[in-house]
């Protein structure tokens, strides 16, 4: 086995009381970083990306490395595996490249189709922990006991769906949601809210709707800043400009707030993406690690994706 990075890979979240560790699509890059020189000193022939969470892996290893890519797909269905673009010579020398090292057959029947190829195969994956049925030789994370992974790619898991649902429909799982003050309507000036209350209310409700954002959908869902108990009115203005949230969460009271209220409603419902009209609270919502968060600025219509600094990632809801 090969020495893990001694830098840190991979973010701890706590996602309504259960521990994932969140590696981005940065964190994938430094471990292929951090073994690119071992990797090439070894010769392989090729390296093998295990669809779909090896392939991002193998695809970075490859251009850093100059080492062929090839691909392994395997059908738990009918219990096969499908390999792609292999070396013609026989022996060759394979790396394979995988997310996880889990406690499944996948990795196990991937390889044992490699060798029956003619292969010699060594294993890189993400992560791996004391429950996993292969030990890796190269890898960037032991996880810790009870720690589960979470993937760029696994967002969409994270929502609630039907149990119907596949695991290859990823899209009808990313939930999608919407701050409505500077998003469906213009702001209110904040010092007016300070100076009278009751005139900004009034303000607020006789606003025209601004252009539809492109992402919105009839039935979307709504968390919004706005408290609860103006949730009549609010509901009367949504209705008058034709606009149909399935659901709209507003904050029950000022104890909290509103950019931590949001956040919350995002960890308690699974959302994978917000669409937040306000940069501090976008910044603060952003310390989500794993969600997609995206500053609107309603007069351009344009939206600025807000990256979470991995010194103010949120280990806490």
Same mark, same amino acid.
Request: charged share 30%; with cysteine.
């Given at each position: 086995m090969h020495t893990a990075p001694s830098f840190p890979i991979g973010t701890p979240v706590d996602l309504g009381g259960e521990r994932r560790r969140w590696f981005s699509y940065q964190d994938i890059e430094n471990i292929a970083l951090h073994h690119r020189r071992e990797v090439m000193a070894c010769r392989y022939d090729a390296i093998v990306g295990l669809a779909r969470g090896g392939l991002y892996l193998a695809t970075m290893l490859s251009q850093m490395t100059g080492i062929a890519h090839a691909t392994a797909y395997y059908d738990r269905a009918a219990g096969t595996a499908h390999l792609h673009n292999l070396p013609a010579h026989r022996p060759m020398r394979l790396l394979l490249a995988e997310d996880v090292a889990g406690k499944g057959h996948t990795l196990e029947r991937v390889r044992h189709a490699l060798e029956q190829r003619g292969a010699s195969v060594d294993l890189m994956v993400i992560c791996w922990d004391d429950l996993s049925r292969h030990v890796p030789d190269y890898y960037g994370v032991k996880l810790a006991a009870g720690e589960r992974y979470l993937f760029p790619w696994e967002r969409s898991q994270l929502a609630h769906t039907s149990p119907e649902r596949t695991g290859h429909d990823d899209l009808a799982g990313w939930l999608t949601a919407f701050d409505l003050d500077g998003v469906f309507l213009e702001d209110v000036p904040v010092d007016l809210y300070a100076s009278d209350l009751q005139a900004a209310l009034a303000a607020r409700d006789n606003l025209p709707a601004l252009p539809a954002h492109p992402d919105w959908r009839s039935g979307g869902l709504i968390i919004s800043g706005r408290l609860e108990s103006d949730r009549d009115r609010t509901e009367a203005w949504l209705?008058?400009?034709?606009?149909?949230?399935?659901?709209?969460?507003?904050? =029950?009271?000022?104890?909290?707030?509103?950019?931590?209220?949001?956040?919350?409603?995002?960890?308690?419902?699974?959302?994978?993406?917000?669409?937040?009209?306000?940069?501090?609270?976008?910044?603060?919502?952003?310390?989500? =690690?794993?969600?997609?968060?995206?500053?609107?600025?309603?007069?351009?219509?344009?939206?600025?994706?807000?990256?979470?600094? =991995?010194?103010?990632?949120?280990?806490?809801?």
């Open positions: 209705a008058r400009h034709g606009l149909a949230p399935s659901r709209m969460l507003l904050r =029950p009271s000022l104890d909290i707030a509103p950019a931590e209220f949001k956040r919350r409603m995002l960890i308690e419902l699974g959302i994978t993406e917000y669409i937040e009209s306000e940069l501090a609270q976008a910044e603060h919502i952003a310390s989500l =690690p794993h969600v997609v968060v995206w500053h609107y600025d309603c007069r351009d219509r344009r939206s600025r994706r807000i990256a979470c600094p =991995p010194d103010q990632a949120r280990v806490h809801p």
